[in-house]
Nanobody
Framework: VQLQASGGGLVQPGGSLRLSCAAS????????IGWFRQAPGKVREAVSC????????FYTDSVKGRFTISRDKDKNTAYLQMDNLQPEDSAIYYC?????????????????????WGQGTQVTVSS
């Protein structure tokens, strides 16, 4: 069971990146997926989640309208499209899974436990 995040890099403010979270050893479609980030000196925070049962999406306030979470069942991969990136978005981004059906934003932002944390991918937003 493994999740591998990729797609990070250096981008200028206002730019875009798409992160990928490739799952191996299990079917991503039967788990809710979360994207998290951790900046230097800060605690890890949830960014976005996608609930497995109905595809409901949840976002932390700071990324609403800029980030979009999605999933490709055929590729067994989840994505985080990040637009209009800002320096405060700089962090290591991780993906993880949970067997819980997420029904509200609070489930995503700390209310439910996630596991199978993959190796993160660095996102740096700087001019």
């Amino acid at each position: 069971v493994q999740l591998q995040a990729s797609g990070g890099g250096l981008v200028q403010p206002g730019g875009s990146l798409r992160l990928s979270c490739a799952a191996s050893g299990f079917q991503l479609a039967i788990y809710s997926i979360g994207w998290f980030r951790q900046a230097p000196g800060k605690v890890r925070e949830a960014v976005s989640c996608l609930s497995y049962r109905d595809g409901r999406k949840f976002y932390t306030d700071s990324v609403k309208g800029r980030f979009t979470i999605s999933r490709d069942k055929d590729k067994n991969t989840a994505y985080l499209q990040m637009d209009n990136l800002q320096p405060e978005d700089s962090a290591i981004y991780y993906c993880a899974r949970t067997g819980y059906y997420l029904t509200r934003t609070s489930d995503c932002l700390g209310g439910r436990p996630f596991d199978s944390w993959g190796q993160g991918t660095q996102v740096t937003v700087s001019s």
